[in-house]
């Protein structure tokens, strides 16, 4: 795979992408104070993806699956590129998040083969895994098998919306659970593992309302689930101000959940404004895209 890099200008962000003549993927790696205190790399299931998330750069584009191999290569490329050594046994925190690009479920095969690897590669190193949820139910049964035997996996829903009828918007694809069947299946999760999952909710500045905030406390338990709440991020380059970035609108729903005994998180990626650090900010993909249709 080529390789390269785009470097933020506030210093603990990179974007990398790697290219082969039929697939692109884009990964991301943070460094908080200290390679040793905390890494994280967010890495690529996918090239493109048929999700088609209102808000992603990939624009409903699937070019292909990545293989086991290929999801591997991007964290191993990474770090050899950093020249970071032994990070997973001198370093505090490091964390592999599968939530670059791609829905790891419908991959289920090549990313439980990859997921494998690392954890043999890497044993302290967490393994987080984000998805919207597609209705694969061996895929499933397979995910709560693999995290009885890694303690180090985690497990995140992107929801966004408190309705579904919102959610079927924003994220068009069909065959995903509602609402209610991600929450049982975070319960089941939950009870098989000890461990609690995340809902990822990016505010947009329509779905933080009081009635936001009721629907989702009635449906999600703070006993079994977290909350992460983020900042929505342009997925155009050429219009990085279309974003929601107001965090103290992020602050203020965040702290109905922390009154009611949520735990809760609030991410706020670097590198938004120059690399694309963000959630769906695909832009390098965008790009190979793009040239890909001109040269035909
Ligand atoms: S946000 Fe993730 S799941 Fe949604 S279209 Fe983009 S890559 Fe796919």
């Known amino acids: 795979m080529d390789l390269k890099?785009?470097?933020?200008?506030?210093?603990?962000v990179w974007k990398y992408v790697f290219t082969k003549a039929d697939m692109v993927a884009e990964a991301v790696l943070y460094r908080y104070e200290d390679f040793y205190k905390r890494t994280v790399i967010?890495?690529?299931?996918?090239s493109g993806c048929p999700v088609g998330c209102k808000f992603c750069g990939t624009g409903n584009k699937f070019v292909r699956n990545l293989t086991s191999a290929e999801i591997i290569e991007q964290i191993q490329a990474i770090l050899r590129d950093?020249?970071?050594e032994n990070v997973d046994k001198i370093g505090k925190r490091f964390?592999?998040?599968?939530?670059?690009m791609g829905e790891p479920l419908l991959n289920w095969d090549q990313v439980e083969s990859a997921v494998n690897t690392l954890h043999d590669l890497y044993p302290n190193a967490e393994l987080?895994?984000?998805t919207i949820a597609p209705n694969n139910h061996d895929a499933w049964n397979r995910l709560i098998q693999l995290s009885k035997e890694i303690p180090k996996i985690g497990l995140q829903f992107s929801i966004h919306k408190s309705t579904d009828a919102a959610r079927d918007i924003l994220i068009p694809y069909k065959d995903k659970m509602n609402l209610k069947d991600i929450r049982d299946i975070g319960i089941v999760w939950w009870s098989e593992t000890g461990r609690h999952p995340y809902l990822n909710y990016c505010i947009d500045g329509t779905n933080n309302t009081d009635e936001d905030a009721d629907r989702l406390m009635a449906l999600f338990s703070p006993v079994v689930f977290n909350f992460t709440f983020s900042v929505v991020c342009s997925a155009?380059?050429?219009?990085?101000?279309a974003g929601f970035r107001e965090l103290d609108t992020v602050r203020a729903f965040e702290q109905k959940f922390g009154a009611h005994g949520y735990n809760t998180r609030i991410f706020n990626p670097d590198g938004q404004d120059d690399i694309g650090g963000g959630c769906g900010q695909l832009w390098y993909v965008q790009k190979w895209m793009k040239e890909r249709r001109t040269s035909k």
Request: with cysteine; glycine share 4%.
């Open 236 to 241: 155009n380059e050429s219009m990085k101000d």
């Open 95 to 100: 964390q592999i998040m599968f939530m670059s």
């Open 5 to 12: 890099r785009f470097d933020s200008s506030e210093g603990n």
């Open 82 to 84: 950093q020249h970071i």
């Open 128 to 130: 987080l895994l984000s």
């Open 42 to 46: 967010c890495c690529s299931t996918m």
